[in-house]
Each structure stands twice: as structure tokens, then as C-alpha cells.
């Protein structure tokens, strides 16, 4: 069994924000692969499905961002689950909007939610990087991921929701690389060729015949 956990604040007023990319995440996965209706349960929403003999749990804490670990250790605990079967989908500034990166372990880089995570289970789960770019300065930090996605930001977000949902079988399955591979299709699909085959050069004519006649010659050739 996987948890697969998206990141995000509750409530309408969050629901647009860069911060609740995890939330989208998950939203797309649930509603493309025919999961259970979200209900309430481990202080979260939760919807559950399969991939093949995979049983997969998804989670929406609805603590708030600062207390996410609380419902993720709930949901741990009752399902006898250990860190290594858990996947954190969040928002990632320090990669560029579109990126996707996997990681397993390590520090939480000051992000909250990954930080009360953390404290309930340790870091050995995985997580799954989702990059919306960064402000260029900390201090505008809080005030941009609580921001929604600007609308020239649509495009990429919808691109990249689809192949999240695209790839998450494998990603489930422990193929980290098909998973990435199946974003990349989506976000930066490769391009048909638009160039026109090149025309063969067309051979040179060949030169006339040099004109050996004498002037009388022509003078009469041309009343014949």
C-alpha cells in the first residue's frame, strides 16, 4: 500500500495558491483514475484506488500547512505504514515553475509543511518536488506561495498536472524515471519537424554550342 500525500492549505481562499500545488496534484490523479469520492478522515480528506494489485490511499491534510505531519502520522499509524510507503507531493522554490524532481530523505529546506512532517515520521519518505519558481527574495517568500498561479502560469500547471497523473502508476510501481519521463512528454512534448525537405539543386544547363558560322552564313540562315 502507498499513502501519497499532497500538500496544501484548506478552504477556497487556498485553493488557487502556488502553495496548494500538492492539493491540485492529487485532485487530478483521484478524478482521472476513477478514485473513491474524497470523505474525512485522519484530520484530512482522503480518496482511495488502485493501480493494478497496488493499493493506493490519497491524502489532503486539512490541518494547515504547519501541521500536516499530525494527519500524515494518523494515517501512517492506522495503517501500519512505514515512512518508505509514504509520497509527499509539494511545492519546491528552488527549482523552476514546471520542474519536477524526486527525492528521497534529506532535510525539509524550511519548508513547513515538510518540516511537521518530519517531526511525526521522521524524513525517509519520499517526496515528489514540484517546482513554482521563486520570488527572488525570502522576504517575499510568504507573501508569493500564498499567492494563486498567475494566468500566464495555466498553461504549464495544466500540463503538469496531466503528466503526474500520466505517470503515477509507475511512480507507485518504484519507476521513478518512467514517472519523470511521462512529466516530460507532457510539459516539453518533443516537436515535429516543420522544416521542408530541402529541393534537390537542379543540375546547370549545359552550355550551347559555340556558333562556328561565318556573318554571310547567318545573314542567309536567317531567310531560309
Not at 52 to 62: A, M, N, R
Not at 68 to 88: I, Y
Amino acid at each position: 500500500m502507498k499513502l501519497i500525500v499532497g500538500l496544501g492549505n484548506p478552504g477556497s481562499k487556498y485553493a488557487g495558491n502556488r502553495h496548494n500545488i500538492g492539493f491540485m496534484a492529487l485532485d487530478r490523479i483521484a478524478s482521472d483514475h476513477g478514485f473513491s469520492p474524497w470523505r474525512s478522515k485522519f484530520q484530512g480528506s482522503i480518496s482511495e484506488g488502485r493501480f493494478g494489485s497496488d493499493k493506493v490511499i490519497l491524502l489532503k491534510p486539512e490541518t494547515f500547512m504547519n501541521l500536516s505531519g499530525q494527519s500524515v502520522g494518523e494515517a501512517m499509524r492506522f495503517h501500519k505504514l512505514a515512512p518508505e510507503d509514504v509520497v509527499v507531493f509539494h511545492d519546491e522554490l528552488d527549482l523552476a515553475p514546471s520542474k519536477v524532481r524526486l527525492k528521497t530523505g534529506g532535510g525539509h529546506a524550511g519548508h513547513n509543511g515538510l518540516r511537521s512532517i518530519h517531526g511525526h515520521i521522521g524524513a525517509e519518505y519520499d517526496r515528489v518536488r514540484l517546482g513554482i519558481g521563486h520570488p527572488g527574495h525570502k522576504d517575499a517568500v510568504a507573501g508569493y506561495v500564498l499567492r494563486d498561479f498567475a494566468k500566464a502560469d495555466q498553461e504549464w500547471l495544466d500540463d503538469l498536472l496531466r503528466g503526474i497523473s500520466d505517470g503515477i502508476d509507475q511512480l507507485v510501481a518504484g519507476h521513478g524515471d518512467k514517472f519523470l519521463n511521462a512529466v516530460a512528454l507532457r510539459v516539453a512534448p518533443p516537436r515535429s519537424s516543420t522544416s521542408k525537405p530541402k529541393e534537390k539543386a537542379k543540375p546547370a544547363p549545359e552550355p550551347e554550342p559555340e556558333d562556328t558560322r561565318s556573318p554571310m552564313q547567318k545573314l542567309m540562315d536567317r531567310f531560309k
